[in-house]
């Protein structure tokens, strides 16, 4: 029982914890990078489902080039067929992907394709954004979605003219970065914040022992590389990446008015202000009735209409007192009080920050 009791108040004493992160979760090293690639190509084999000729001319022409470099001439004669579509590739080419890897590859229709169900991507090369060649890709392309239809309905799931070739480019060039030679590092946080900046470097700089780290804006934390690391930045990397620290945020209130998604940060404060909603709503019923004349008398039947009209105030809405300092939880909790739903919510909360009373910025989606 005794024992019971000790667990309960140390529990009850014990303060909340922190939220400590990576740093590796908090930062990237900057240079270390994955690098777009785009390319454009033909997909052949599709099922009469492909680009209408007439109505897609670069296909036409696609399609006519790639004749004539396999010593076909087609220039001039008349071409109708759907099963090939012209498509633009990409892919994110991985930081220090080595020559003959292997990537993934993302192929969308550019014409006016119904689906690429069953087709095959031609060679296609794709360029970086320096204009050279970093991949060839090729390959069945896989869909998620599909496409049928009959003279008088249609499905449609899913993206048909969007799909994806697994390991469908093989890498030809590589991206000349030699980490390993580098003489200083740097690392650029993901969320931009000094306090987070300074921790980190701080960090950093109890681990080594020395000052070898220091923030030099909100996203960047400069590293110099210790001696006792000279030639072995792996492992001052896979040191550093683990240390612990408690990242921090910008009070920040985020809205999606579309949605009526609210997202309010746990450093969120209101000062002592007073709110209250109230909406109007007019009802308004339209109930006719039929009048009849009196049996054997000389009358007509005629339609009465009848209204009923009804207005609610909001006389039962009153004010609440939101008082200064309030948590996030509490201020929830207050206007979840009041009845109100999300959208009524999110002018509450533009109303409490143009009167100065949130200590928060607001961001709407």
Do not use: H, W
Not at 29 to 39: A, Y
């Amino acid at each position: 029982m005794r024992r019971l009791l000790l667990v309960l108040l140390a529990l009850l004493s014990a303060g909340p914890a922190l939220a400590l992160s990576r740093v590796k979760d908090l930062a990237g090293i900057e240079g270390v990078r994955p690098n777009q690639l785009v390319g454009y190509g033909i997909v052949v084999g599709l099922n009469g489902t492909g680009d209408t000729l007439n109505n897609a001319p670069f296909t036409k022409q696609s399609v006519q080039a790639m004749l004539e470099r396999l010593g076909i001439n087609t220039r001039g004669a008349t071409m109708r067929t759907t099963n090939n579509a012209a498509v633009v590739v990409t892919a994110n080419l991985p930081p220090f992907s080595a020559q003959g890897t292997r990537i993934d590859v993302t192929v969308s229709s550019l014409g006016d394709a119904k689906s690429l169900q069953g087709g095959t991507l031609l060679v296609t090369s794709l360029l970086g954004a320096d204009g050279e060649v970093y991949a060839l890709a090729q390959g069945s392309i896989a869909i998620a979605g599909f496409q049928a239809e009959g003279d008088a309905a249609k499905i449609t799931r899913g993206v048909p003219t969007n799909g994806r070739i697994a390991n469908g480019a093989m890498i030809e060039r590589e991206i000349d970065f030699k980490l390993g030679q580098q003489r200083g590092l740097r690392l650029s946080l993901r969320n931009p914040d000094l306090t987070t900046a300074k921790r980190i470097a701080t960090a950093i700089n109890d681990f080594m022992g020395a000052d070898t780290a220091e923030p030099t804006d909100p996203s960047t934390v400069t590293l110099q590389i210790p001696a006792r690391y000279q030639g072995n930045m792996i492992r001052l990397l896979t040191d550093v990446e683990q240390l612990k620290v408690e990242p921090d945020q910008t009070a920040r209130v985020v809205i999606d008015e579309r949605s009526g998604i609210i997202v309010m940060g746990r450093d969120v404060r209101v000062s002592t202000v007073a709110v209250a909603q109230g909406n109007l709503t007019v009802t308004i019923n339209e109930m006719p009735q039929v009048s009849q004349p009196a049996p054997f008398s000389d009358g007509q039947t005629v339609v009465v209409p009848r209204t009923a009209l009804k207005v609610d105030t909001g006389d039962r809405n009153k004010l609440a007192l939101v008082r200064e300092g309030v948590t996030l939880r509490e201020l929830v909790d207050g206007l979840n009080a009041l009845g109100i739903g999300p959208r009524d919510m999110i002018s509450i909360l533009q109303a409490i920050k143009a009167a100065g009373a949130l200590q928060a910025d607001i961001e709407v989606m």
